[in-house]
T-cell receptor, first 114, second 114 residues
Framework: EAQVTQNPRYLITVTGKKLTVTCSQNMNHEYMSWYRQDPGLGLRQIYYSMNVEVTDKGDVPEGYKVSRKEKRNFPLILESPSPNQTSLYFC?????????????FGDGTRLSIL | GENVEQHPSTLSVQEGDSAVIKCTYSDSASNYFPWYKQELGKRPQLIIDIRSNVGEKKDQRIAVTLNKTAKHFSLHITETQPEDSAVYFCAATLLYNQGGKLIFGQGTELSVKP
């Protein structure tokens, strides 16, 4: 089944404790991105990647890191999480480098930073 | 920077009525406009999209119209059903260099009353 898989689905942690949210897609997609969803603000892009070893900042990259060492994986890293990073996170992928293709979303990861 | 404004933020209709959600964008180079539906606790899912070379697209009870001159696009749902209740997001592409990203609207919570 074609899908985008995120782990974990839920995480409660404390300020300053490094964490990684994994994202993997099995559709051989070129473009992958991370979004955070907050009430009243819609979906805001954190980082995106058009290809292996190519990443770029989205609208809200502060406090986050990503890597794209393999085509299928695009982990989101919070080196020193803070409470303002409490949010619902979605990973998404699309088939080509061009952004004008449908995005396929994962099921989301709900992070709570205490 | 690029901005996508979405209205209304909440919309309540009676079953069988029509619902219209409107979005405006600021980047005249935007060329792809998807609409996503997000049911409670679930991932956003693409329901319809339109490209800048088309003025209107229809898929059963759902249609999208695009006015490039005015830089706005709208989602129309006819004969609404309770299962149409969800949050709907519009988005527009922001293109630059060899890449780009999707900018999302703030979302519209649609409630269809039986």
């Amino acid at each position: 089944e074609a899908q985008v898989t995120q782990n974990p689905r839920y995480l409660i942690t404390v300020t300053g404790k490094k964490l990684t949210v994994t994202c993997s897609q099995n559709m051989n997609h070129e473009y992958m991105s991370w979004y955070r969803q907050d009430p009243g603000l819609g979906l805001r892009q954190i980082y995106y990647s058009m290809n292996v070893e190519v990443t770029d900042k989205g609208d809200v990259p502060e406090g986050y890191k990503v890597s794209r060492k393999e085509k299928r994986n695009f982990p989101l890293i919070l080196e020193s999480p803070s409470p303002n990073q409490t949010s619902l996170y979605f990973c998404a992928s699309s088939s080509t480098k061009a952004i004008n293709q449908p995005q396929h979303f994962g099921d989301g990861t709900r992070l709570s930073i205490l | 920077g690029e901005n996508v404004e979405q209205h209304p933020s909440t919309l309540s209709v009676q079953e069988g009525d029509s619902a219209v959600i409107k979005c405006t964008y600021s980047d005249s180079a935007s060329n792809y406009f998807p609409w996503y539906k997000q049911e409670l606790g679930k991932r956003p899912q693409l329901i319809i999209d339109i490209r800048s070379n088309v003025g209107e697209k229809k898929d059963q009870r759902i249609a999208v119209t695009l006015n490039k001159t005015a830089k706005h696009f709208s989602l129309h749902i006819t004969e609404t059903q309770p299962e149409d209740s969800a949050v709907y997001f519009c988005a527009a592409t922001l293109l630059y260099n060899q890449g780009g990203k999707l900018i999302f609207g703030q979302g519209t919570e649609l409630s269809v009353k039986p």
